[in-house]
Nanobody
Framework: QVQLVESGGGLVQAGRSLSLSCSAS????????MAWFRQAPGKEREFVAG????????SYADSVRGRFTISRDTAKNTVYLQMNSLKPEDTAVYYC??????????????????WGKGTLVTVSS
């Protein structure tokens, strides 16, 4: 059974940093792109960042580019999201995602094969 488990969410003040992790089990994702999405209250789930299977290429939503960094450790089957300079508008449930195929750029939720259950990030002003 494939599982994606996020960790690292919590409450943080605006301007501070937070790091999320996503640990995969049940199969290896070393040949797959991986991604992070988020969903704020009352809003649709949106793409945040994606990374290629090799880790050599990344893609970001305009709203987080320059502040967030996605990375992966293939040996550990783990994906990370480093979030810096957090803003109140970054408040959301953050989901780890394994997309279909190798695409990792500007994904839609329909492109995702596996989802984690999410971790809540709350940024206070």
């Amino acid at each position: 059974q494939v599982q994606l488990v996020e960790s690292g969410g919590g409450l943080v003040q605006a301007g501070r940093s937070l790091s999320l992790s996503c640990s995969a089990s049940g199969r290896t994702f070393s040949n797959n792109a991986m991604a992070w999405f988020r969903q704020a209250p009352g809003k649709e789930r949106e793409f945040v960042a994606g990374i290629s299977w090799s880790g050599g290429s990344t893609s970001y939503a305009d709203s987080v580019r320059g502040r967030f960094t996605i990375s992966r450790d293939t040996a550990k089957n783990t994906v990370y999201l480093q979030m810096n300079s957090l803003k109140p508008e970054d408040t959301a449930v953050y989901y780890c995602a394994a997309p279909l195929g190798t695409s990792f750029s500007q994904l839609s939720p329909q492109n995702v094969q596996y989802w984690g259950k999410g971790t809540l990030v709350t940024v206070s002003s």
